[in-house]
């Protein structure tokens, strides 16, 4: 070969396989360089927590000491004071009072009237007002009412009285046996009128207003 060609021909061939070569470290750097396809990515690290501090936890409270056991004794004390007391046949004292008062003076109304209802009868029969059946079944009916008043002030009898209780009940029960009393003279004085039983009328009438005023406290 003729040496002027033969250096050009060597510089052109230095030249491509220092070409060459550049190019073939520049894409192993590269592919070095770049992540394989099918590695999965690397997660991030995560960055510090946030700090959350603590509940304050304030001091228990206070759970209030019961009262004392004499502070319970005297309230006790109290409401035993302001309640009214229970009697043993049921209701309050003073209801068990304004019952009995109550009692007494229907029976002392009924007393006085049966009475007057006597007199009024003898003194209608006398004049002729009525005839001797409608007087008669006056009279009945009186003591009819009579006696239911007295089953009445028996079973009052019966129960737990104070003493000037029961000294009231006896003397109504005394008042009625003697009104009963008048009403049955009254009866024989028309069944016989014989004097004797007028007499006998007319001292149970006597009787039985004497006892009326001293139930009620009035004049004789």
């Avoid at 009104?179 to 014989?194: P, S, Y």
């Avoid at 001292?203 to 009035?218: E, N, P, Y």
Wanted: charged share 25%; with cysteine.
């Amino acid at each position: 070969m003729n040496r002027r060609l033969w250096k050009p021909a060597l510089t052109l061939v230095v030249l491509l396989v220092l070409t060459t070569a550049i190019g073939l470290l520049s894409r192993g750097n590269t592919s070095s360089a770049q992540s394989p396809v099918d590695e999965p990515a690397k997660p991030m690290p995560e960055g510090p927590k946030e700090y959350i501090p603590p509940k304050t936890v304030g001091p228990a409270k206070a759970v209030p000491a019961s009262p004392p056991a004499a502070a319970s004794q005297a309230e006790e004390s109290s409401k035993a004071a302001t309640t009214p007391k229970v009697s043993a046949e049921g209701g309050t004292a003073t209801e068990r009072r304004q019952l009995l008062e109550t009692i007494g003076a229907l029976i002392a109304a009924h007393c006085y009237q049966t009475y007057f209802n006597i007199g009024l009868l003898a003194d209608g029969r006398a004049k002729g007002i009525y005839n001797d059946r409608d007087a008669t079944k006056v009279l009945d009916s009186i003591l009819s009412i009579l006696a239911t008043v007295d089953q009445k002030l028996t079973a009052l009898d019966k129960l737990a009285l104070e003493k000037e209780d029961r000294a009231s009940l006896a003397q109504m029960r005394e008042l009625s046996v003697l009104l009963r009393r008048q009403a049955n003279d009254l009866q024989a004085v028309w069944d016989n009128g014989r004097e004797d039983d007028a007499a006998r009328y007319e001292s149970s009438r006597k009787d039985a207003w004497a006892a009326i005023s001293k139930l009620l406290g009035v004049g004789r």
